[in-house]
T-cell receptor, first 117, second 115 residues
């Protein structure tokens, strides 16, 4: 079974600075998808960024980028120019590619990101 | 589009009572999921469906049943609620499992308390 580990229960960063959230995963699959989801206090799950394992290029979405290290099974999220609205729980998630991957996402336990004004 | 909606938003049950959570999506998605979120645990998959009339067990299926009689609806049932089922329940749907539309869309969640 796949596992996703987020080793930082909580992170704090000054507004406008850069922060990196860590995620490691364990899988025997060679093809899979990785995701970062944001959950603000409203509880809504919001997709931040997505990475396909077969792509070597790291995904970017505006101020959000990932550092995907397939051999190390590491998938960190970098948030540049942090804003107050970035404060939330961040979840790393995995989905396999083989067998259609219909059997849902495997989530880490989350990192609570605090933005200091 | 309303996206993924969940009914009800909050519910309090007594131990042994039954209830059904309704998830509806208006995006014509094939794949639907039920997750539960407990403090410090992240989201865990309860059951999922790959199409109308199909269901399958996820990581934590015990104590729950599901049905997908219509493509747009995915129901989660608790036949005899237990305090261990106190949680926030999320429904999600996927248009595709591969390609550019490979993304799960989540509902707003249902907070269930079992006394």
């Amino acid at each position: 079974a796949q596992t996703v580990t987020q080793s930082q229960p909580e992170m704090s960063v000054q507004e406008a600075e850069t922060v990196t959230l860590s995620c490691t995963y364990d899988t025997s699959e060679s093809d899979y998808y990785l995701f970062w989801y944001k959950q603000p206090p409203s509880r809504q799950m919001i997709l931040v960024i997505r990475q396909e394992a077969y792509k070597q290029q790291n995904a970017t979405e505006n101020r959000f980028s990932v550092n995907f290290q397939k051999a190390a099974k590491s998938f960190s999220l970098k948030i540049s120019d942090s804003q107050l609205g970035d404060a939330a729980m961040y979840f790393c998630a995995y989905r396999r590619y083989s067998g259609g991957g219909a059997d849902g996402l495997t989530f880490g336990k989350g990192t609570h990101l605090i933005i200091q004004p | 589009n309303a996206g993924v909606t969940q009914t009800p938003k909050f519910r309090v049950l007594k131990t042994g009572q039954s209830m059904t959570l309704l998830c509806a999506q208006d995006m014509n998605h094939e794949y639907m999921y039920w997750y539960r979120q407990d403090p410090g645990m992240g989201l865990r998959l309860i059951h999922y469906s790959v199409g109308e009339g199909t269901t399958a067990k996820g990581e934590v299926p015990d104590g729950y049943n599901v049905s997908r009689l219509k493509k747009q609806n995915f129901l989660l049932g608790l036949e005899s609620a237990a305090p261990s089922q106190t949680s926030v329940y999320f429904c999600a749907s996927n248009p595709q499992l591969r390609g550019s539309r490979n993304e799960q869309f989540f509902g707003p969640g249902t907070r269930l308390t079992v006394l």
